[in-house]
C-alpha cells in the first residue's frame, strides 16, 4: 500500500544584528546585501531590528529638561525628523494611521495641483505617496523570496512613530506596527500609535499558512499587550528591540512558552565610534549594563560568554580560562543542543572586533536570538556579531502540538471569567491552516 507523504511544515527563519548606517541609502544598501545573504541561506523570513531605518538615537536627550528645551536640542530634532521614512500613511484616529487603505494603497498619491510635485515637494524625489522606501523595501523581499520584517522611525504628519513594517515578497507590504508605549524618554520624540495596529498578519510559504504579528521592544513587558497577539492564534512571533541585557533572552524564551509560538528577536550591534544617522555626544544604549572598572592601560575587555543550550534549553558555562586578548576562538562543543540553529560562515568567535582590535567596545552588543514554543533557545543571542545571520529550521506544527496543555488565549485562558479586549482590534483567532 502506497502512503502519500505529508506536506512539510518547516519553514526555516533568521535573524541578524547590524547597526543603523551612516545615511538612509547605505541602510537600505546593508538590506538588500543582508536579504541577498539570507535568500542564500534559504531563510524564508528575515527579522531586522527596532528604529533600523531612522535609527535609535542612544543616549540623546535633545536639549530637553522639565520646564525647559535647548535650540541645539530642537535643531537636533529637526536632523531626526529629517532623516526619518515617510511611508505614504496618515496620522490616523488614536495613531493607527490608514491601517488597511495604506496596505492597499487606497489613500490617493497626493500629487500637487500642478501634477509634478506631490507630497514630497523635492527635486529628484519620487512623486505620489511617501519618500520611495515602501517601494524600496518591497523591490528587495521581491527579488530574494525572502519575508522582510524590520523596525522604522516612520514620519506622518508633524509626528515620529516607532514602526515595523511587514514586507512580503509576493504581496508587498502587507501590514505595519506602530509602538503603542514608546519606552521612557522615547516618548519624547515618538508618538503613541495605535493598539488598532496590533493586528496579526497572514502569509503562505510553500502552502504553509504562517500567522504573524510584532511587538516591539518593552511592549513585550506588557502582559496584555502579548496576550492581544495570543488571542490572534499567531505561530511566529517578532520582537525587534534596543535592549540588549542579558535578562532579554529570558523575556523570549518567557514569550515562545506563554504563547506556544516561535519567538524571532533583533537588537543592533553596535561598534563604539561607528556613526550612524542617531549617533548623539554619549552614544548610551537603553538599558546598557553597567560598565566594569577599566583594565589597567584604560580599556575593559569584555570577554565573550562561552556557554551551550542544552536539550532541555538549560544554559551550560563551559569551564576554562577566560580570553581577554581575544586570540583564541570559543570553543566549539558538538551536539550540545538538539536546535538545528546554523550560524552563518565567517561569524566573529573572538572578544575583538574584526579590524578594530582585540578590546574593541560595543555601544550595544546585539543579542538577537530564535526561540521555540517550548522556550527552548533554537539559535543565538548573537553576541557582538553586526555583519552575521543566524538561522533556525522550525516545524510550525510544533505550536499545535503545544497547545495540548496551554492555550493562553483559548483553553487555558478561563474566558468564562476574565474578560478581555482592545479598543479597535479584531481578536477573532486566525486559522492555522487555509
Not at 520611495?132 to 522582510?148: L, Q
Not at 509560538?261 to 555626544?281: I, Q
Not at 537603553?286 to 572598572?293: E, K, R
Not at 544554559?315 to 577566560?322: A, D, M
Request: proline share 6%.
Amino acid at each position: 500500500m502506497s502512503h502519500t507523504a505529508a506536506p512539510s511544515t518547516k519553514i526555516r527563519l533568521a535573524t541578524a544584528s547590524p547597526a543603523t548606517q551612516s545615511t538612509r541609502q547605505e541602510t537600505l544598501a546593508q538590506l538588500e546585501r543582508l536579504a541577498r545573504s539570507a535568500a542564500a541561506g534559504k531563510a524564508d523570513f528575515l527579522l531586522l531590528p527596532e528604529a533600523y531605518l531612522g535609527g535609535y538615537p542612544r543616549g540623546s536627550d535633545f536639549g530637553c529638561k522639565i520646564g525647559g528645551r535647548t535650540d541645539e536640542g530642537r535643531d537636533e530634532f529637526r536632523r531626526y525628523f529629517r532623516d526619518a521614512v515617510d511611508l505614504g500613511d496618515v496620522v490616523g484616529p488614536g495613531g493607527a494611521g490608514g491601517l488597511d487603505k495604506w496596505v492597499k494603497r487606497e489613500l490617493g498619491d497626493d500629487l500637487g495641483a500642478d501634477g509634478d510635485e506631490g507630497r514630497n515637494g523635492g527635486e529628484g524625489l519620487p512623486k505620489g505617496r511617501g519618500d520611495g522606501t515602501r517601494e524600496e523595501i518591497e523591490r528587495v523581499a521581491r527579488e530574494t523570496g525572502v519575508f522582510v520584517v524590520v523596525g522604522l522611525v516612520e514620519r506622518a504628519g508633524g509626528s515620529l512613530y516607532c514602526a515595523v513594517v511587514y514586507v512580503c515578497p509576493r504581496r508587498g507590504m502587507i501590514g505595519k506596527r506602530r509602538k503603542v508605549m514608546p519606552t521612557g524618554t522615547e516618548r519624547l520624540i515618538w508618538a503613541q500609535g495605535s493598539p488598532a495596529t496590533l493586528k496579526a498578519v497572514s502569509t503562505t510559504i510553500r502552502g504553509i499558512r504562517v500567522n504573524l504579528a510584532a511587538a516591539i521592544c518593552w511592549e513585550n513587558y506588557m502582559p496584555l499587550l502579548r496576550q492581544s497577539l495570543y488571542a490572534q492564534n499567531i505561530n511566529l512571533y517578532f520582537a525587534p528591540t534596543a535592549d540588549n541585557r542579558d535578562t532579554w533572552l529570558p523575556l523570549m524564551r518567557t514569550v515562545g512558552i506563554e504563547g506556544r509560538c516561535f519567538v524571532v528577536s533583533s537588537n543592533m550591534c553596535k561598534r563604539e565610534g561607528a556613526k550612524d544617522v542617531s549617533t548623539t555626544r554619549r552614544n548610551f544604549e537603553i538599558a546598557l549594563p553597567t560598565s566594569s572598572p577599566p583594565a589597567k592601560g584604560g580599556f575593559a575587555p569584555k570577554a565573550r560568554r562561552r556557554s551551550v543550550f542544552d536539550e532541555d534549553g538549560n544554559e551550560i558555562v563551559l569551564g576554562g580560562p577566560v580570553d581577554v586578548d581575544g586570540d583564541s576562538p570559543a570553543p566549539k562543543v558538538p551536539n550540545a543542543a538538539s536546535s538545528s540553529a546554523v550560524i552563518e560562515e565567517g561569524e566573529a568567535e573572538e572578544t575583538g572586533v574584526k579590524g578594530t582590535g582585540p578590546t574593541a567596545k560595543f555601544i550595544s552588543r546585539g543579542g538577537s536570538s530564535i526561540v521555540s514554543p517550548y522556550g527552548d533557545v533554537l539559535a543565538g543571542p548573537q553576541w557582538e556579531d553586526d555583519e552575521g545571520i543566524i538561522y533556525a529550521d522550525v516545524d510550525l506544527e510544533d505550536c499545535v502540538r503545544g497547545r495540548l496543555d496551554l492555550d493562553a488565549a483559548g483553553s487555558y485562558s478561563r474566558n468564562d471569567t476574565f474578560k478581555f479586549s482592545v479598543e479597535g482590534l479584531d481578536l477573532d483567532p486566525l486559522p492555522y491552516y487555509t
